[in-house]
């Protein structure tokens, strides 16, 4: 099993509607966990963090986060051509040596006009 | 501006050859860290440091070396050992806070032939 899982997509939405990418873990005393986005041949850009269970909300982001369920999901509201890209999703793991974020494969996203 | 360089953006080599991959940072960052993204295999951690003149392996260290003489430095040298070295490179900074929150510079993007 993989230490994080996305749907690697493509995941299409049409402009204005909500777009919903999900992330699964198997590391149980995770903390942190993180959503990246990534253009097309570009660096990923940190959009949103979370540390604890519930809902955490940036202008049209929220990010949701289920420790006991190891899922973390990220809502983008009112979709924009311009939020088509890949979102990585990246959780901490704490270990011995150091402090290291292990990330998903990514979800690509199409938003359609 | 702070922010984390990289530098060349792309760069070519022959088979045989090292490499050193240039990542600075005026972040006052403490951690810095380097993966490799390949299409469809998201990212993958090479070395990370948590503070100057101290380094690990990270997942696929073979065939790679780091230094951290300076805090604001972390160069990348690939070589002629690594087996499949064309790929984008990415260098990451944190400041250790509440989640390790990693920050991207642009990537350089390797190809080897």
């Known amino acids: 099993q993989k230490e994080v899982e996305q749907n690697s997509g493509p995941l299409s939405v049409p402009e204005g509607a909500i777009a919903s990418l999900n992330c699964t873990y198997s590391?149980?005393?995770?903390?942190?966990f993180f959503w990246y986005r990534q253009y097309s041949g570009k660096s990923p850009e940190l959009i949103m963090s979370?540390?604890?269970?519930g809902d955490k909300e940036d202008g049209r982001f929220t990010a949701q986060l289920n420790k006991a369920s190891q899922y973390v999901s990220l809502l983008i509201r009112d979709s924009q051509p311009s939020d088509s890209a890949t979102y990585l999703c990246?959780?901490?793991?704490?270990?011995?040596?150091?402090?290291?974020?292990?990330f998903g494969t990514g979800t690509q996203l199409k938003v359609e006009l | 501006d702070g922010g984390i360089t990289q530098s060349p953006k792309y760069l070519f080599r022959k088979e045989g050859q090292n490499v050193t991959l240039s990542c600075e940072q005026n972040?006052?960052?403490?951690?810095m860290y380097w993966y490799r993204q390949d299409p469809g295999q998201g990212l993958r951690l090479i070395y990370y440091?948590?503070?100057?003149?101290?380094?690990q392996k990270g997942d696929i260290a073979e065939g790679y070396s780091v230094s951290r003489e300076k805090k604001e430095s972390f160069p990348l040298t690939v070589t002629s050992a690594q087996k499949n070295p064309t790929a984008f490179y990415l260098c990451?900074?944190?400041?250790?806070?509440?989640?390790?929150?990693?920050?991207f510079g642009p990537g350089t993007r390797l190809t080897v032939t």
């Open positions: 590391d149980r005393v995770s903390q942190s």
């Open positions: 990451a900074s944190s400041d250790g806070g509440q989640g390790y929150e990693q920050y």
């Open positions: 972040l006052n960052h403490d951690a």
């Open positions: 440091s948590q503070i100057v003149n101290d380094f």
């Open positions: 979370i540390y604890s269970n």
């Open positions: 990246a959780v901490l793991i704490l270990t011995g040596g150091g402090n290291k974020l292990t």
